[in-house]
């Protein structure tokens, strides 16, 4: 089955530990995405990437860090000085200017 | 840069009564449309889009929505709703030739009996 694998489902880490949460496509898809979610605010874009070895920005990229050395793989880390980093966090991926994006199952972090 | 509101934040709703959910947006370039739903603790499952063409798109699980492009608007509608509709809605906004998302804030549908 193709699809988007996120894990783990729950993570906890202590307050100004690095975090990293993996994400892995097996669509063959170029594009891949990192999305935070918080409660009535929707999904906001942290980071995506078009290609291997490349990635821009997104709206709230402060405090995150990524790597796109393989294709099917584009982990997120959460680093210490993301000031709120408790949220659960969507991976996604698409075709190059693909209609739609495909969403993994979700990873919940909470950092107490 | 586009912006996407969703109109109502909550919708109460009795099993096999019809529901709407409001979703406008705002660009000054043309876009794509997108209806996403999401069960508890889950990712998201895309419902249907607008790209071009009729502007009445119909997606999966009975539910439809409608292009406006003067009211800037695209509502999403099912005719009658299941308890297992219980979710919550999102709308989002592409700009063509753009990668980006914009998504509206979200809306949570509950469904009773």
């Known amino acids: 089955d193709g699809g988007i694998t996120q894990s783990p489902k729950y993570l906890f880490r202590k307050e100004g530990q690095n975090v990293t949460l993996s994400c892995e496509q097996n669509?063959?898809?170029?594009?891949m995405y990192w999305y935070r979610q918080d409660p009535g605010q929707g999904l906001r874009l942290i980071y995506y990437s078009q290609i291997v070895n490349d990635f821009q920005k997104g709206d709230i990229a402060e405090g995150y860090s990524v790597s796109r050395e393989k294709k099917e793989s584009f982990p997120l880390t959460v680093t210490s000085a993301q000031k709120n980093p408790t949220a659960f966090y969507l991976c996604a991926s698409s075709t190059p200017l693909g209609n739609e994006q495909y969403f993994g199952p979700g990873t919940r972090l909470t950092v107490t | 840069a586009q912006s996407v509101t969703q109109l109502d934040s909550q919708v109460p709703v009795f099993e096999e009564a019809p529901v709407e959910l409001r979703c406008n947006y705002s660009s000054s370039v043309s876009v794509y449309l997108f209806w996403y739903v999401q069960y508890p603790n889950q990712g998201l499952q895309l419902l249907l889009k607008?790209?071009?063409?009729?502007?009445l798109v119909k997606g999966i699980n009975g539910f439809e929505a409608e292009f406006n492009k003067s009211q800037t608007s695209f509502h999403l509608r099912k005719p009658s709703v299941h308890i297992s509709d219980t979710a919550e809605y999102f709308c989002a906004v592409r700009v063509i030739n753009d990668y980006k998302l914009s998504f509206g804030a979200g809306t949570t549908v509950t469904v009773r009996a």
């Open positions: 607008y790209l071009s063409g009729s502007t």
């Open positions: 669509l063959n898809h170029d594009a």
